[in-house]
């Protein structure tokens, strides 16, 4: 059996890091496999968050992925706080999880900052939540973009442990997909940088409620180096290379079929082709998402009904593992 989770924090605007690194690939897979995508507002509150933003932002989120092609009929869509199994699953696999192999986790120390005696408990407890959003499922495979990989191989050696622990095989060791020619795509002012959504410059990134002319306008500013030429050079010229990595990725061609393609061009040739591709493709997304984004009742049925579907499996895989590990049901 094959099962599919994925997870996105409901922070900010849903940006083209996202649809390219995981949430295209979120919809090519509902054609093969059972999907579940989560809105993870848990995960969103190991940092502050305004309630009323936090909410909106969960029902942003959720039109993000309607509009970019999830289908809510097939695919299990909700929020995570719905079903309470995620926390509860969380604190078992807390009580196994090694100190040690939370202290490597980079985006810990990067979103902790100098400051790590302030950082909260459930910031440093983020991975194993994570953990426990896949292992409730029993989920075979995560598609995520590259900077979630540490975090899904900590996935899979927490589901190992449970499994020595208990002595038996419960939890599948989830397989991460990081998949297409743009897995971390990266800011368009600073081709060091990973396009986000806390970065303060909105020109950073593209986000999918952004519409055309805003979309054009930040391909044209997007910055690169004074080089005329199309080369795929990641390392010297990474601005450039980031951007040939998102034609590739939204036309379904190779970053070198790119580079090809537009060597006799010239890079503000090629500049104005990328303007009109992302216009193309990510124009419809952002009017969908915008009609959706009015009908509030919808989104809510939706997450509802996913939650439902959700806690129907969850229910079960909990009770196994509380039974494995001696918690009595009276
Ligand atoms: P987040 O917004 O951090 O919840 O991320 C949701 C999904 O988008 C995860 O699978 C991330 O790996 C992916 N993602 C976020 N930022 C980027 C980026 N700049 N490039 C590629 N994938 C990304
Ligand atoms: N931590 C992921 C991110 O920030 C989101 C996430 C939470 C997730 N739980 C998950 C991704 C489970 C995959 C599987 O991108």
Redesign the pocket.
Known sequence: MNRV?????PTGNLHLGNYLG?IKNWVAMQATHDCLY?I?DL?AITVPQDPAALRAATREVTAGLLASGIDPKVSIVFN?SQVKGHAALAWILNCLTPLGWLNRMTQFKEKAGKARDQAGLGLYA??V??AA??LLYK?TH?P??E??KQ??EL?RDIAGAFNRQSGVEVFPLPEPMILGPATRVMSLRDGTKKMSKSDTSDYSRINLTDDASTIALKIRKAKTDSEPTVTYEPKRRPEAANLIDIFAALSGETAEAVTRRFSDSGFSAFKNALGELAVEKLGPLAAEMRRLMQHQDYIDEVLRAGGERAQHIAERNLAEVENLVGLLKP
């Open positions: 989770f994925s997870g996105v924090q995981a989560c993870v995960h995570q983020y991975p939540l994570m959003d896949i989920a995560v995520v973009g900077d979630q975090h899904l996935a």
